[in-house]
């Protein structure tokens, strides 16, 4: 396999490794290297925030990093995530994953919720789709929706994942994921919006609900760690890009 197919590699060995992405982060101390776990090497990525972040850093959700919007509409995705021992089981939803769009602003068109979305609520993982074929279009007025539970959220351990999409607002759309090497997930359809630009990747916690609704919620803080990033071009495959 030409190593080439592979765009981007993170194993967050060092800092550096950080200035391969764009920080979304409520305080400078959200997302650092840590020592405490890694899935490979010395350490991983280590990303906080706290409910007190919403009130402290008006209103910021999440403590993200994020790249650039994709060129190319197929794309293989390989990371590894890590939830602590302690993750309380919340039923106020978070995403650790997305794949966000990009507006069309110039047609007056405004941020939505991402097409392509991992998130965990209740202490289950799910995958979340969302598609529109207008080239103007809200949360409200998408085509359609599908969210598909992907079990029991396990702590304490790291998780191996692999994403293959292909971005299309049409029936040629694919989104194939794999949990530690087994495949969990198929669809084949339309799974983003008709935009300009292709959606971008984020990773880290982004938790919404802590704005206007954290009563309802019954934890304080929520920690996550990121190891062994891949993204390959559409000539990757399932082994190029899982976490090793």
């Known amino acids: 396999m030409d190593v080439d197919v592979l765009l981007l590699e993170s194993t967050f060995e060092d800092a550096g490794d950080l ?8 305080r400078p101390d959200a997302l650092r290297i840590s020592t405490e776990t890694a899935r490979k ?3 991983s990525a280590r990303f906080e925030f706290m409910k007190s972040d919403v009130t402290n850093y008006n209103g910021y959700v999440r403590a993200e990093l994020r790249l650039g919007s994709e060129t190319d509409n197929e794309r293989w995705y390989g990371f ?11 039923p106020m939803a978070e995403k650790l994953a997305q794949w966000h769009d990009v507006p069309d602003w110039d047609l007056g068109e405004n941020w939505r919720s991402p097409p392509i979305s991992l998130g965990i609520e209740n202490d289950r993982y799910y995958v979340q789709i969302l598609w529109a074929a207008a080239p103007v279009n809200t949360n ?16 304490d ?39 300009r630009y292709l959606p971008y990747f984020k990773i880290g916690i982004y938790k919404w609900g802590w704005k206007g609704w954290a009563q309802y919620s019954p934890e304080e803080k929520r920690v996550v760690f990121y190891d062994e990033v891949r993204i390959g071009d559409s000539h990757a495959n399932l082994e190029l890009v899982s976490p090793k």
Not at 80 to 90: C, E, G, I, R, T
Not at 158 to 183: C, M, P, T
């Open 157 to 195: 351990k790291w998780n191996d994942w692999v994403f293959h999409i292909r971005f299309s607002y049409r029936a040629d759309g694919v989104l194939e994921i794999w949990k530690n090497k087994r495949k969990i997930f198929s669809y084949y359809g339309p799974n983003s919006f008709n935009d």
């Open 19 to 26: 200035d391969k992405w764009t920080k979304e982060i409520c």
């Open 140 to 155: 409200d007025s998408k085509d359609g929706e599908k969210k598909v539970d992907l079990g029991p959220v396990d702590k």
């Open 80 to 90: 590894s995530n890590y939830l602590p021992a302690d993750f309380v089981a919340d």
């Open 41 to 43: 090497g010395r350490s």
